[in-house]
Every structure is written in structure tokens, then in C-alpha cells.
């Protein structure tokens, strides 16, 4: 019985405290260390003989506000990163505008911060939803694209149809090729979208897609990067085949063996040699042999040698 009594004692007094921990963080402006004192002995056994300011700390709500207002970008990166678990509805107006700023690595810890946040960022008209009819109407193509960035940050399912749609018809190669990174992020091809961009008539959102291919678990438009091995920019056939040898595109080994012999590129040539390693195909020992007695360029060469020592 007094065991059942003190566990009903106990439950609201762990209530109460966790109560006055969150109210300790949304108080006041200072950072808050998390460690003890610099005069208690716990801070030494931590942190041993370092400065007390070096110590870590949690954002208050007025430092991250102030911070996203009027700070430089390590001061905004540092005060979000402390703050990843205050709650703070008054923040998310502050932070949300940081999702367009000029600097990529803010924009992307303002996304980190705000899909960490419980309230205010994903229900109807919220933050989320806002990202999405950015994308979607917006009549800034540089906003467009920063708002397709910050829904691959996200990591929310609708932001995959929005980029889709973003990335099969948006004008601007700048928001295309930012869907596709963003799909990257999120993990899906966008029902296909992505393969489509692999066609696309600009570089850059080419480059894009094959960047976000290999991150993707169910990716099935092999044959599409395939096809880029053969592009007339030296940049996007490299690539293609480095995306070929990071898939392990097996059933791409004749064509990468052509990019091998023939390509202008030693640089796409070199790639092609260490792909047909990772293939492990014997079939192409005779390729390997000859391109490692009679390229050209000494570094293709020495990857056809070194394939070689692969299959």
C-alpha cells in the first residue's frame, strides 16, 4: 500500500519538475548551460580544465529570436543548434524567413530546426503548408527553388508530390534542379519524375538528378543513367557513371566498358575502369587489359590495373 502511495506522490512531483525545466528554458535571455556550475565539481568532471563559455548550453527563445533577426550566420547556426528542443511558438515567425535566406547552410539548419518543432509548423496554413504554395505559385523562381530545398529538409511526405510537380513543370531550371535534390532528400523518385529530369535539356538539373538517384532505396531509372554516359557534357557522363558504379548497376557493364575504351574524357575513361572493378564482371578482363596497356593517360591506366586486381 505505501508503495502504491508514494508511486501517486512521485508521478505529479515528476510532473512538476519536468514543468519548471521547460519554464527554466523559456525564460529569460541568456543561454542556460546544461552542465553544473562552473563553481560545482560536476563541471570540472565533465568538461575538465576548458572555460566555462565553452561549455554547452541551451537557447533561450529571446537569443534565438534575436539571433534569427539580426545575428551572422555561425551565431544562427550555433543558437538553433542549442535550441533543437525549446518549444517556442513565438520563434517559428522568426525562424520561418531563414528557410530563403542567401546562405545555403542557414537555410538548411532553419528547416532542421523547424521540423523539430511539435506546434506551429505542420498543421493547415502552418509553416509546411506555406513551403508548399511557395513552390507552387510563388513568382520568384529563387524563392521557388529555396522552397523546394527547405521541403527536402523537411522530410514530410507531401513535400514529394509538390516537388514532383515542381520538377516535371516548373520553368526555371533553378527550382527543377532544386526538386531534385529535394527528392534526394526525401527518399522517392516522385512516381518517375526524377527518371524524367535525367532528360532534362539543362546541366544543372541533370547534375541534380543524378546526384539524388543513388540516395534513393527503390530507384529504377538505371537505363536513364545510363543513357547520360553517352551526354555530349563531359561533367554529366562522369557523373553518370559514378552513379552507374555507386548502384552497382550491373546490367550497365557493356556500356560503361565503351565509356572505357572510347570517351574523350580520361577523367570519365578513369571512372568507367573503376566501375567495371566494382562490377566484377570477367567479361570485361580483355577491355581492362588493353586499356591498362594502351590508354593515353597514365591515371586510366593505372585504373584499368587496378580494376583488374578487382574482378
Not at 516548373?170 to 531534385?180: F, M
Not at 566494382?278 to 597514365?298: K, P, R
Amino acid at each position: 500500500m505505501r508503495n502504491g502511495q508514494a508511486l501517486r506522490f512521485a508521478i505529479p512531483l515528476l510532473a512538476l519538475a519536468g514543468a519548471l525545466a521547460a519554464q527554466d528554458a523559456r525564460s529569460g535571455g541568456t543561454p542556460r548551460q546544461v552542465t553544473p556550475d562552473s563553481t560545482a565539481h560536476g563541471f570540472a568532471s565533465v568538461y575538465g580544465n576548458i572555460s566555462p563559455d565553452q561549455a554547452e548550453f541551451i537557447s533561450s527563445p529571446d537569443a534565438i529570436k534575436s539571433a534569427a533577426a539580426n545575428g551572422a550566420p555561425t551565431l544562427i547556426w550555433e543558437t538553433l543548434e542549442h535550441g533543437e528542443k525549446v518549444e517556442c511558438l513565438d520563434c517559428i515567425s522568426a525562424v520561418s524567413p531563414l528557410l530563403y535566406d542567401s546562405n545555403a547552410k542557414t537555410r538548411e539548419i532553419a528547416a532542421w530546426w523547424l521540423r523539430r518543432r511539435i506546434f506551429g509548423v505542420f498543421g493547415p496554413g502552418e509553416v509546411y503548408s506555406q513551403t508548399i504554395q511557395t513552390l507552387a505559385s510563388d513568382s520568384d523562381p529563387v524563392r521557388r527553388s529555396y522552397a523546394a530545398y527547405a521541403l527536402g529538409e523537411f522530410f514530410a511526405t507531401p513535400g514529394i508530390a509538390a516537388c514532383a510537380q515542381a520538377l516535371t513543370t516548373d520553368a526555371d531550371a533553378r527550382v527543377r534542379a532544386a526538386a531534385a535534390s529535394a527528392l534526394g532528400r526525401l527518399n522517392d523518385d516522385g512516381a518517375g519524375a526524377l527518371g524524367t529530369a535525367l532528360g532534362d535539356s539543362d546541366t544543372t538539373v541533370k547534375l541534380a538528378a543524378l546526384g539524388a538517384a543513388p540516395r534513393i532505396n527503390s530507384f529504377s531509372g538505371v537505363s536513364s543513367v545510363a543513357g547520360l554516359s553517352m551526354d555530349a557534357d563531359p561533367t554529366v557522363r562522369r557523373r553518370a557513371v559514378e552513379v552507374l558504379d555507386a548502384l552497382g548497376a550491373k546490367d550497365a557493364v557493356m556500356v560503361v566498358a565503351t565509356v572505357a575504351q572510347k570517351d574523350s574524357d580520361p577523367g570519365v575513361r578513369a571512372v568507367a575502369c573503376h566501375a567495371l572493378g566494382t562490377f566484377g564482371d570477367t567479361s570485361v578482363t580483355y577491355v581492362l587489359q588493353t586499356i591498362a596497356s594502351s590508354d593515353s593517360d597514365t591515371f586510366v591506366r593505372d585504373q584499368a590495373h587496378i580494376a583488374l586486381l578487382r574482378l
